[in-house]
């Protein structure tokens, strides 16, 4: 008995390794690694403070009137659904075959194409969310610091699109389950009621 648990021990370790070995082969390893980027860790911070003024402005909003809460909250998630297109369209863009040749083929010019991506969601947010937050609060909150972190995502972005010509086979792999799982849930700002 002792010998054939010892015997299903080894080989469930032995599938453990091989499993943890596929390294870029696997199509999640390479999915991590593209997520692991500069650029997704930026993306994810801007994201976490775009969201920690809306809890900032929820702490004092019983000072301001229902119709001001509605207009920043509004403007909040105008803008939110602009930088989730961006997630959306880097989604798309993985899964479109023909699109993904040409991530691979031409990364700087797809990085470029994200970068103005970002650059129309920064300018939403500027003149929607940002300019209603400090409008209704007399510029006590102003929503700024996520505009700080662009300069650095738009540098990060051609070396995350870079790294596609290195995980183009496991791109292949890549299914919609995977890149909402991963890719839109971890990294899609919340909306103005998802956020506590």
């Given at each position: 008995m002792m010998k054939r648990l010892l015997v299903l021990c080894a080989l469930a370790l032995a599938a453990g390794l091989v499993r943890g070995q596929g390294g870029i082969n696997d199509p999640y390893y390479a999915l991590n690694l593209f997520l692991s980027t500069d650029f997704f860790k930026q993306y994810d911070a801007?994201?976490?403070r775009a969201e920690n003024s809306v809890k900032d402005f929820k702490r004092i909003q019983y000072r301001y009137s229902d119709e001001e809460v509605k207009a920043v909250s509004d403007a909040?998630?105008?803008s939110a659904e602009y930088f989730n297109q961006v997630l959306y369209n880097i989604k798309g863009d993985?899964?479109?075959k023909e699109?993904?040749?040409y991530i691979i083929q031409f990364p700087a010019d797809y990085s470029k194409q994200i970068e103005a991506?970002?650059?129309r969601a920064k300018d939403f947010y500027s003149n929607t969310y940002q300019k209603e937050l400090s409008r209704v609060t007399n510029g006590e909150l102003n929503g700024f610091a996520i505009l700080a972190l662009l300069p650095q995502i738009m540098q990060y972005a051609p070396m995350a699109i870079e790294l596609f010509k290195k995980i183009q086979e496991q791109m292949k792999k890549f299914n919609e389950n995977?890149?909402?799982q991963y890719l839109i849930q971890p990294y899609h700002f919340k909306?103005?009621?998802e956020i506590q």
């Open positions: 801007m994201r976490i909040y998630n105008a993985i899964l479109n699109k993904n040749k991506d970002l650059y995977m890149l909402d909306t103005w009621d």
